[in-house]
């Protein structure tokens, strides 16, 4: 396997909680190493142009409403096959369906309020990662 690059987000939820390191300890021993990382408040621009695909969805009102709730945490993971480890560590969206020992079945308040956010495929894990970084800001 390749080492690639993924993208993360430490939501709201989880900030507030402060749980900041252990969701992160969880990321990095899983085998993914943060090259990126930086704690920003969303602007509901930001929310909004981030999850543009989910415009047209009834929930996307109350999703941009959280992420600029509270302050939220981004980073960029590396490691081999990262997107697949990224999300295998996430666990599934719904809490209750997700696997013992995955950040959101150990986390997660919520379907909504779900702890963390992760890219889908290396396609979107690109894009996503040049929405909130600059190439100089990745030093990995």
Same mark, same amino acid.
């Given at each position: %396997?390749?080492? #690639?690059?993924?993208?993360? =987000? $430490?939501?709201?939820?989880?900030?507030?909680?402060? &749980?900041? +390191?252990?969701? #992160?300890?969880? &990321?990095? *021993?899983?085998?993914?190493?943060?090259?990126?990382?930086?704690? $920003? @408040?969303? #602007?509901?621009?930001?929310?909004? +142009?981030?999850?543009?695909?989910?415009?047209?969805?009834?929930?996307?009102?109350? &999703?941009? *409403?959280? %992420? =600029?709730?509270?302050?939220?945490?981004? @980073?960029? &993971?590396?490691?081999?096959?990262?997107?697949?480890?990224?999300? *295998?560590?996430?666990?599934?969206?719904?809490?209750?369906?997700?696997?013992?020992?995955?950040?959101?079945? #150990?986390?997660?308040?919520? $379907?909504?309020?779900?702890?963390?956010? +992760?890219?889908?495929?290396?396609?979107?894990?690109? =894009?996503?990662?040049?929405?909130?970084?600059?190439? *100089?800001?990745?030093?990995?």
């Amino acid at each position: %396997m390749a080492v #690639t690059r993924t993208f993360s =987000i $430490i939501k709201p939820d989880a900030t507030r909680r402060n &749980l900041t +390191g252990a969701v #992160t300890k969880m &990321l990095e *021993d899983a085998g993914l190493r943060v090259v990126a990382s930086k704690r $920003i @408040q969303m #602007t509901r621009e930001q929310a909004e +142009g981030f999850y543009a695909v989910h415009k047209e969805r009834p929930f996307f009102g109350e &999703l941009v *409403d959280f %992420m =600029i709730s509270g302050p939220v945490v981004v @980073q960029v &993971l590396e490691g081999e096959d990262a997107v697949k480890r990224n999300r *295998d560590v996430m666990g599934a969206t719904n809490p209750a369906d997700a696997d013992e020992g995955t950040i959101r079945k #150990t986390y997660a308040e919520s $379907i909504e309020a779900n702890s963390v956010h +992760g890219s889908d495929s290396d396609e979107n894990a690109k =894009i996503e990662i040049d929405f909130f970084f600059d190439e *100089d800001e990745i030093v990995g």
